[in-house]
């Protein structure tokens, strides 16, 4: 008898309830579906500041194009004062 009951409470205890369960995989889902969103945010961010540096070396590339080479060896530093 004795080992019938400690049988017995013993499975309530160790026993999950399927509400459990699914409560657990709710929180998981929703922990890995933010961390999902907050990825393609940031990815969306690097995109966005990729272009922009892009864009920034474009800018400078051209501006270089059209200005003469200039000599620096004439300085103090090479001798030719």
């Known amino acids: 008898m004795l080992l019938n009951y400690s049988l017995s409470n013993f499975n309530t205890i160790v026993l999950i309830n399927q509400s459990d369960i699914v ?3 709710i ?3 929703i922990f890995f579906g933010f961390l ?3 990825g393609i945010r940031k990815s969306y961010k ?3 500041e990729n272009e922009r540096i892009e864009a920034m070396n474009k800018k400078i590339a051209e501006d270089d194009e059209d200005k ?3 000599d ?3 300085g103090h530093m090479y001798g030719g004062n």
């Open 23 to 25: 409560t657990i995989l």
């Open 27 to 29: 929180i998981v889902t």
């Open 36 to 38: 999902l969103l907050l």
């Open 46 to 48: 690097l995109k966005k």
């Open 68 to 70: 003469p080479y200039k």
């Open 72 to 74: 620096f060896t004439d």
